[in-house]
């Protein structure tokens, strides 16, 4: 009986042990809940901001804007956005500087890119 019941803890033992996921888990946004995945706790360790890159073709808007994932409110006009970050919905890590500027369009405040990198999904 004494046998049994070692083997029964074992075995359990081994499935917590060996059946975790190795995958890191990715952002859930569908929920209203962010999971963070171990880079994007780097990312944010290191100053990175996460922010959607939104293109709008409506006159006196801003053609691309990057809006804030962690407030949706907040939107910036990056002056010197690359071609290769010109893609709506892309989700990009980014540090930033404000510039003392007008705005060019009135939902964002003009910014200049010091860094940018393309999120991993």
Same mark, same amino acid.
């Given at each position: 009986m004494k046998l049994i019941r070692?083997?029964?803890?074992?075995?359990?033992?081994?499935?917590?042990?060996?059946?975790?996921?190795?995958?890191?888990?990715?952002? @859930?946004?569908?929920?209203?809940?962010?999971?963070?995945?171990?880079? @994007?706790k780097k990312m944010k360790a290191e100053g990175y901001n996460l922010g959607i890159i939104l293109n709008s073709e409506v006159e006196g808007d801003c053609p691309y804007v990057i809006q804030l994932v962690s407030d949706p409110n907040t939107m910036f006009d990056p002056i010197d956005?690359?071609? @290769?970050?010109?893609?709506?919905?892309?989700?990009?890590?980014?540090?930033?500087n404000p510039l003392r500027m007008k705005n060019r369009c009135d939902?964002?405040?003009?910014?200049?890119?010091?860094?940018?990198?393309?999120?991993?999904d």
């Open positions: 070692s083997v029964v803890l074992v075995f359990i033992c081994s499935l917590f042990l060996f059946c975790n996921s190795t995958k890191e888990p990715k952002m @859930d946004y569908e929920n209203g809940v962010i999971v963070e995945t171990r880079s @994007d956005l690359s071609e @290769d970050h010109k893609v709506n919905g892309q989700k990009v890590w980014f540090t930033y939902k964002a405040n003009p910014v200049s890119l010091e860094k940018i990198v393309i999120k991993d």
